[in-house]
């Protein structure tokens, strides 16, 4: 039986492990993949308060270690796969095994939206990616086209230039979502030509990424482009059906919350970017998981009182 439990271990629930068990919670943590979330896919950082520049990895790495020595459990390689409320106990049924918590703090982020289009699944690590830092390295000196408009699209943008010969950047409209500075940034890199008003249709080759057929929007032509590689940066999407029993969602799949990160369920709260109205910002995704982890704190500890027939009114 744990305190506090907390799915998900990027920078919101990393955050409030470090909290929680600070607060003296038995906590733990439950991580499909490794510590970072986001912030894994993130060369630099620039806007975090103490830092004048670090790489995502670094503040990770950081934060998994603070969180650990004081004292929170983090389950790496684990997803949580079902969700069940008995009373104050909550029930998490996991890939490897079941665990009990009096508390439940969801911080499982976002996953990479797809562009759900011919051959993106089937050359998956063989051309296909949506995470620059992973795989940039595989294209050294190579041809590669980016997809999307917003800030990711162009942070990657800028991190690959450096590492490629020449990269398309395709995005649908003729303007793009990014803020000015990253789009200034783009505008001035002699190895990038921007593909406007066109789409990518399908994902050609034999063992390895080959050709795009695109399709340019205002006047319908279809045309193919040889390249080595594709990354895709067109958002992301939230993977919430295990607790929406639980929780309340907002039109595009987020959880609402109060503003102590509570959900529509005694015990169970959100945070992070997987939060409705989130800022979708590393210091913002901090706060969230800081104010959670002492909410659920509050909520466990009023729990024990009334178990041992001390209840405090407030």
């Given at each position: 039986?744990?305190?506090?439990a907390?799915?998900g271990?990027?920078?919101a629930?990393?955050?409030a492990?470090?909290?929680a068990?600070r607060?003296?919670?038995?906590?733990?943590?439950?991580e499909?993949?490794?510590?970072?979330?986001?912030?894994?896919?993130?060369?630099?950082?620039?806007?975090?308060?103490?830092?004048?520049?670090?790489?995502?990895?670094?503040?990770?790495?950081i934060?998994?270690e603070?969180?650990?020595?004081?004292g929170?459990?983090i389950?790496?390689?684990?997803?949580?796969?079902?969700?069940?409320k008995?009373?104050?106990?909550?029930?998490i049924t996991?890939?490897?095994g079941?665990y009990?918590?009096l508390?439940?703090?969801?911080?499982?982020g976002?996953?990479?939206?797809?562009?759900?289009?011919?051959g993106?699944?089937?050359?998956?690590?063989r051309?296909v990616?949506?995470?620059?830092?992973?795989d940039g390295?595989?294209?050294?000196?190579k041809?590669?086209a980016?997809?999307?408009?917003?800030?990711?699209?162009?942070?990657?943008?800028?991190?690959?230039?450096?590492?490629v010969?020449?990269?398309?950047?395709?995005h649908r409209?003729?303007?793009?979502?990014?803020?000015?500075?990253?789009?200034?940034?783009v505008?001035?890199?002699k190895?990038?030509?921007?593909?406007w008003?066109?789409?990518?249709?399908?994902i050609?080759?034999?063992?390895?990424?080959?050709?795009?057929?695109?399709?340019?929007?205002?006047?319908?032509?279809?045309?193919e482009?040889?390249?080595?590689?594709l990354f895709i940066?067109?958002?992301?999407?939230?993977k919430t059906?295990?607790?929406?029993?639980f929780v309340?969602?907002?039109?595009?799949g987020?959880?609402?919350?109060?503003?102590?990160m509570?959900?529509?369920?005694?015990g169970?709260?959100?945070?992070?970017?997987?939060?409705?109205g989130?800022?979708?910002?590393?210091?913002?995704?901090?706060?969230d998981?800081?104010?959670?982890a002492i909410?659920?704190?509050?909520?466990?500890?009023?729990?024990?009182?009334?178990?041992?027939?001390?209840?405090?009114?407030?």
């Amino acid at each position: 039986m744990y305190d506090c439990a907390i799915v998900g271990a990027g920078a919101a629930g990393l955050s409030a492990a470090i909290y929680a068990a600070r607060l003296g919670l038995k906590t733990i943590v439950f991580e499909k993949q490794f510590p970072g979330g986001q912030l894994l896919l993130t060369e630099e950082i620039e806007n975090y308060p103490g830092f004048i520049k670090v790489s995502g990895s670094k503040i990770a790495q950081i934060m998994a270690e603070q969180a650990k020595l004081a004292g929170a459990q983090i389950n790496t390689l684990e997803e949580v796969e079902k969700i069940e409320k008995n009373g104050h106990i909550i029930k998490i049924t996991t890939s490897n095994g079941q665990y009990e918590s009096l508390s439940l703090i969801i911080t499982a982020g976002m996953t990479h939206r797809k562009l759900s289009v011919k051959g993106e699944d089937e050359f998956l690590g063989r051309g296909v990616s949506y995470c620059a830092l992973c795989d940039g390295a595989f294209f050294k000196g190579k041809v590669i086209a980016v997809v999307g408009g917003g800030n990711s699209a162009l942070q990657e943008t800028t991190y690959l230039a450096n590492i490629v010969s020449k990269v398309y950047l395709i995005h649908r409209r003729d303007q793009f979502r990014a803020f000015k500075y990253l789009q200034d940034r783009v505008f001035n890199l002699k190895n990038v030509e921007i593909i406007w008003n066109t789409i990518v249709q399908e994902i050609k080759g034999s063992n390895k990424v080959e050709k795009l057929v695109l399709k340019n929007l205002k006047n319908n032509q279809v045309y193919e482009l040889e390249v080595d590689g594709l990354f895709i940066f067109i958002g992301f999407e939230t993977k919430t059906d295990i607790y929406k029993d639980f929780v309340e969602l907002d039109e595009y799949g987020f959880i609402k919350t109060d503003h102590h990160m509570k959900t529509k369920t005694e015990g169970i709260f959100a945070a992070g970017d997987i939060r409705s109205g989130s800022e979708k910002q590393l210091v913002t995704s901090a706060s969230d998981g800081a104010i959670a982890a002492i909410r659920a704190f509050e909520y466990v500890k009023n729990l024990k009182e009334i178990s041992e027939g001390i209840h405090i009114q407030r």
